[in-house]
């Protein structure tokens, strides 16, 4: 499909998929709920120098929808398109997008131009996807009013919870600072989905390569509809063992207590480690992407093995910052750059193995390394867990950062990096870098100052 110029309004799009709304243009099947759940969809297309609007001005805020959606997709594209998506968000939910992507493969969206006054894209369980050259602006909903504006989310929180293989390189988002409510400029939540997490009793190798584990108790979803699949992980977070990670091949039938997972941990587990098994999230790389005028860029729990490189971060604050902003008198969540392990008090996650490099950070607020929602009042369950293990921060320049901290990590990695004073928000105040390594819960810290 190619040269096209299509509007929606409302509820006169197609692809309906009750009770959550209509999709203007969708691949695949079209109900979320089903996504990864049995072989349905399978469509292939390349949309090209298409104009996708959808206007969902007019209609409830129950009405949501998207503009263009994937679900159970394979082998699409959709190039030098323009994409708008006009609409007041009722909850940042990727159900509500300029783009939504589910459940799909083997997908590449290039050079295209997206116009959002509700979230810009939503990537779930998904692999090899691919995002290029692409233009994300948040727009305000009706002249001089911003809407619940959200940016980017890469998570698990459909089926199968496995999404991995992204790339996402060379693309600018605009933030919009109208917004009466500013979510995550990008985020990869949706980790509340820990199915598993106890200690193991014994393990046994087995000739094929993998590895059998009993465990102290039985696996079952621990929150919403989770269920293991394969290619979660299984992550050490307590013990001799701690940071290690595997896949999980199967669960085997039907008192659950017996796990493969794809090679024996070494040396084996025993009665003093505690595993998580959780949805995967990782291998994926974040290049040459500019970030302007968002809140945050965060990691969530249960996210392994990516790359953030030669990225930009500018005014990436919030109305805590600056009490001018039209979201002082609304919903606004935290601003700046990094991540956290345990996200939500059911799910005990590990995030390991990153590399943030070459990243350059102007009035960025912060970044900070730390413990999901610990500041929210929740109480650590397993007081002796790691939940941030063996990253690496190097050669980054951080310009007029208020903090720059770890907290809760295990064998991290920072040197060569760059501080400096900036003159940020519209008060002109000039913030002066605040460096904290060294918290009492960081072990194994390698610090080099410059």
């Known amino acids: ?117 509700c979230q810009s894209i939503a990537i779930e369980s998904s692999n090899r996807i691919a995002l290029i050259d692409n233009s994300f602006v948040e727009v305000d909903v009706w002249p001089g009013i911003g809407s619940s504006n959200g940016g980017f989310e890469w998570s698990t929180i459909d089926p199968p919870h496995v999404s991995e293989l992204q790339y996402m390189g060379n693309c600018s988002y605009q933030g919009n600072q109208n917004a009466f409510e500013r979510w995550e400029s990008f985020t990869t939540d949706g980790g509340a989905d820990s199915f598993y997490n106890s200690t193991v009793l014994s393990q046994v190798s087995n000739p094929d390569g993998t590895a059998t584990l009993t465990l102290a108790g039985s696996v079952t979803p621990s929150v919403f509809y989770y269920d293991w699949a394969p290619g979660d992980v299984v992550a050490v977070i307590q013990g001799t063992n701690v940071g290690q990670v595997r896949r999980l091949v199967s669960v085997q039938l039907p008192s659950n207590t017996t ?146 901290t770890l907290m809760f990590t295990v064998d991290h990695v920072v040197e060569r990096n760059t501080y400096g004073t900036a003159i940020c928000y519209s008060s002109g105040e000039t913030i002066l870098p605040n460096i904290s390594m060294t918290n009492a819960t960081n072990t194994g810290l390698f610090y080099r100052p410059s």
Request: proline share 4%; with cysteine; hydrophobic share 35%.
């Open 1 to 117: 499909m190619s040269d096209l110029d299509l509007f929606g309004q409302g509820t006169g799009g197609h692809g309906y998929q009750p009770p959550l709304g209509t999709d203007f243009v969708a691949l695949g099947y079209s109900n979320f709920r089903n996504a990864g759940s049995g072989g349905y969809g399978g469509s292939s297309a390349r949309i090209e120098r298409v104009n996708i609007t959808f206007d969902l001005r007019r209609t409830p805020a129950i009405q949501l929808g998207n503009a263009f959606a994937a679900y159970g997709a394979y082998n699409f594209a959709l190039i030098d398109s323009y994409v708008g998506h006009y609409g007041s968000c009722s909850a940042q939910w990727p159900h509500n997008c300029a783009i939504h992507i589910t459940n799909s493969t083997n997908g590449e969206l290039r050079g295209n131009v997206v116009q959002m006054g």
């Open 259 to 404: 796990a493969i997972i794809s090679a024996p941990f070494d040396p084996p587990l025993g009665s003093d480690d505690i595993i998580s098994i959780t949805s995967y999230r990782g291998n994926y790389i974040f290049e040459g992407n500019r970030f302007n005028g968002g809140t945050c860029f965060q990691f969530y729990g249960g996210f392994f093995d990516s790359i953030v490189s030669g990225n930009e971060f500018v005014n990436m604050y919030t109305a805590s910052q600056d009490p001018s902003l039209p979201s002082s008198n609304g919903l606004s969540v935290g601003a700046g750059i990094g991540g956290g392990g345990r996200v939500y008090g059911t799910a005990y996650q590990l995030e390991a193995y990153n590399i943030w490099e070459y990243n350059t950070a102007h009035c960025a607020v912060q970044f900070k390394i730390t413990m999901g929602n610990l500041e929210n009042g929740e109480v650590i369950p397993l007081p002796n867990a790691t939940f941030n293990f063996a990253q690496i921060y190097r050669q980054n320049t951080w310009e007029g950062l208020e903090l720059v």
